[in-house]
Nanobody, 121 residues
Framework: VQLQASGGGLVQAGGSLRLSCAAS????????MGWFRQAPGKEREFVAA????????FYAASVKGRFTISRDNAKNTAYLQMNSLRPEDTAVYYC???????????????WGQGTQVTVSS
């Protein structure tokens, strides 16, 4: 499966963005989806994941209550709604696909190219 992330940009603290991850080349509903992020000088970290059906979701403690992961299998797209953004959310955000939803990046086989999110204070 090929993944294309989009929707990043520059936003002020407290603002919102919605990231999209469009999938092609394989049956989207066969995959769990995850979002990860990497800030400059830092390691990649888990943000959120969703099961293939959308029935189960998982979040990093740092984003729980502010971010919402969802998917539309009819549109072959996963989303990350980000509210109450903080400067520390600034990073390149990547979507990824795996057989099962996981918080571990190495369990994802397919990765999108990343989209930059910058939150100004």
């Amino acid at each position: 499966v090929q993944l294309q992330a989009s929707g990043g940009g520059l936003v002020q603290a407290g603002g919102s963005l919605r990231l999209s991850c469009a999938a092609s080349g394989s049956t989207f509903s066969n995959y769990a989806m995850g979002w990860f992020r990497q800030a400059p000088g830092k390691e990649r970290e888990f943000v959120a994941a969703i099961s293939w059906s959308g029935g189960s979701t998982f979040y990093a403690a740092s984003v729980k209550g502010r971010f919402t992961i969802s998917r539309d299998n009819a549109k072959n797209t996963a989303y990350l709604q980000m509210n109450s953004l903080r400067p520390e959310d600034t990073a390149v955000y990547y979507c990824a696909a795996a057989a099962l939803a996981s918080k571990k990046g190495h369990e994802y086989d397919h990765w999108g190219q990343g989209t930059q999110v910058t939150v100004s204070s």
